[in-house]
């Protein structure tokens, strides 16, 4: 169900928003009357993208981000980039790709509340929506680096969510047992078939139902939810 006019007069910036569920949930809050700027770093993928506004960008580099969250000044922030990086155990792990994952999954979001969180306190305003993952929650084997890095965006947006608790901005997070986009290309057909199998629902998420609660979760009705990580899991998540 869209709501028309959610959020008119309202500014939002999705990162990793030229695929998978940075897309949907951009399209979901435009369709909904806010003002989106998509920020990726494929130029091809953001050539395609239908936004008042996109960006190429390079989030790793937090002096890039500081400079752009100062242009774009939203009011809404929903931070989607991610890869999972190769699926095998920890001893066998690439140092090159460990760093790799930590970089673009928690230090890049890291980065992106760091520079908006200032913006949106002086308009005592503001949302902030993680994308964790409940690898982050359980840890998958054969996934070290993920399930570390989404760990770590879960405990970083509950200190935010503290530290932001008095000025009217909320920063949340959503952990959603797997959800079939172009990201299970860089997945092993043995890890997609665990993670069915952990899901009690028996089923994977859609865009569109992680897209409907990250837009409760940006919205006003979500005042009173702040420094919480919403499981999306069809019943997998146990705490």
């Known amino acids: 169900m869209i709501f028309e006019n959610r959020f008119a007069g309202r ?3 999705i990162t990793g928003g030229a695929a998978g569920l940075g897309a949907g949930i951009a399209a979901r809050i435009a369709a909904e009357g806010g003002r989106v700027e998509v920020w990726d770093i494929d130029a091809d993928a ?7 506004a996109t960006r190429q960008i390079d989030v790793t580099d937090a002096e890039a981000v500081s400079a752009a969250m100062a242009q774009a000044s939203p009011d809404i922030l929903v931070c989607s980039a ?11 792990y690439p ?30 305003w503001g949302r902030i929506i993680n994308i964790a993952s409940i690898a982050g929650k359980e840890g998958n084997p054969n996934a070290p ?11 970083l947006t509950k200190s935010l969510g503290k530290e932001l608790a008095t000025t009217g901005v909320t920063c949340n997070a959503i952990a ?12 092993t057909q043995d890890h997609i ?3 069915q199998s952990k899901i009690p629902m028996g089923r994977f ?13 940006a919205s006003d009705e979500a005042s009173f939810s702040t420094g919480f990580c919403f499981d999306q899991s069809g019943g997998r998540a146990t705490g």
């Open 11 to 13: 500014s939002a910036v």
């Open 46 to 52: 953001l050539a395609g993208i239908d936004a008042h």
């Open 82 to 92: 991610g890869i999972t990086g190769p699926n095998t155990t920890t001893w066998d």
């Open 95 to 124: 140092v090159a790709d460990w760093l790799a994952v930590q970089n673009l999954n928690l230090n890049a979001v890291f980065y992106c509340c760091r520079a908006a969180a200032p913006i949106m306190a002086t308009k005592s």
């Open 145 to 155: 680096a993920y399930s570390a890095s989404k760990a770590g965006v879960i405990g």
């Open 176 to 187: 959603p047992a797997a959800v079939r986009t172009a990201i299970f290309e860089q997945m």
């Open 193 to 195: 078939d665990f993670m």
């Open 205 to 217: 998420g859609t865009v569109e139902e992680i897209a409907a609660m990250a837009c409760w979760l």
